[in-house]
């Protein structure tokens, strides 16, 4: 039984008449007949009647009408289907970001990518940059934005540096800070520290450690807006990347030229081959958006 043989049956069904539904269905008269009979032969038993000059059906043929219906419109429905996702109408981006990535460049992103694909669903998940290539290396992800170099031995994730970010220190804004800042001063300060396995900890310790010194710890364990409500209420400063801090008028930010502090965004993905259309088109535009993040503290790399 093929779905071309029901489409015939369908079309005779409905005109009661070889010839009508020939030219319904575009096909000549003789092979729509011969479909049909290669139809009742496969299934052992008449469709129907044919008396002349008209055409009923048979009780096997009234049994498989409403079938045979519900298995075309299923059929268009799926077609549909693929050619909206084809054409971008429909599909799903499941992205993974950093929190402080989450926090300051991804809003705009996904806005711009929503209001250019409204039917695409987003799905976002916010985590450090191992877990995220974890999730990229077990299919959970489309594509994440992490902070690179990562350690990761799986030859299908491909990273593309795409940002090179300063570091700053952030202070509540009525702090009396200079106008920029060594990597050494930060030793006499009292700083909020973002928990283990984030990579702004991992920074920040190892500058103080190049500098000589261990740094003060006021409180330590968070996440990016724990850290900064922190450093909000007074408890201490913070290294933060310098776009976090764009949304926060009760926040400054003071340069930390000696030496300094950078991190490089990438943008992650299994091989290209692997990302579905719609994954693809949410990359060419994040690439596209990216270009305007020039300055500020950000560099195109």
Do not use: W
């Not at 008396?51 to 419109?73: D, Y």
């Not at 191992?130 to 992490?146: F, I, K, M, N, Y």
């Not at 030496?259 to 490089?264: H, N, S, T, W």
Request: aromatic share 4%; glycine share 6%.
């Amino acid at each position: 039984m093929q779905i071309q043989q029901l489409t015939y049956f369908v079309a005779v069904a409905r005109t009661r008449h070889f010839t009508r539904a020939a030219e319904v269905t575009g096909v000549s008269q003789p092979s729509l007949s011969k479909q049909i009979r290669v139809l009742e032969n496969s299934l052992g038993t008449p469709l129907f009647v044919r008396n002349r000059g008209a055409i009923e059906l048979t009780s096997a043929g009234e049994a498989l009408l409403p079938h045979a219906q519900r298995i075309l419109i299923d059929v268009e429905s799926a077609e549909r289907t693929v050619h909206e996702v084809a054409s971008l109408r429909r599909g799903r981006v499941r992205l993974g970001a950093t929190p402080s990535l989450c926090d300051g460049l991804l809003p705009e992103a996904l806005t711009r990518f929503h209001d250019s694909h409204p039917d695409i669903d987003l799905e976002v998940q916010e985590a450090g940059s191992q877990v995220l290539t974890q999730e990229l290396s077990q299919g959970r992800l489309d594509v994440a934005l992490l902070i690179v170099p990562l350690h990761t031995h799986d030859p299908d994730i491909e990273t593309t540096p795409v940002l090179r970010e300063r570091l700053v220190l952030a202070s509540r804004a009525d702090a009396a800070m200079p106008a920029s800042m060594g990597v050494a001063d930060l030793q006499d300060l009292p700083l909020v520290m973002f928990r283990e396995g984030y990579d702004l900890r991992d920074v920040t310790f190892r500058a103080c450690e190049a500098a000589g010194f261990e740094p003060r710890l006021a409180v330590e364990g968070g996440e990016m807006s724990a850290v900064l409500s922190f450093v909000q209420a007074g408890l201490g400063h913070a290294v933060v990347p310098s776009m976090v801090l764009a949304t926060r008028p009760l926040l400054q930010a003071t340069p930390l030229d000696d030496p300094p502090l950078d991190r490089v965004i990438a943008l992650a993905h299994r091989s290209s081959e692997a990302l579905p259309l719609a994954a693809r088109a949410f990359k060419a535009e994040l690439l596209e958006h990216l270009t305007t993040f020039a300055g500020g503290g950000l560099e195109v790399v």
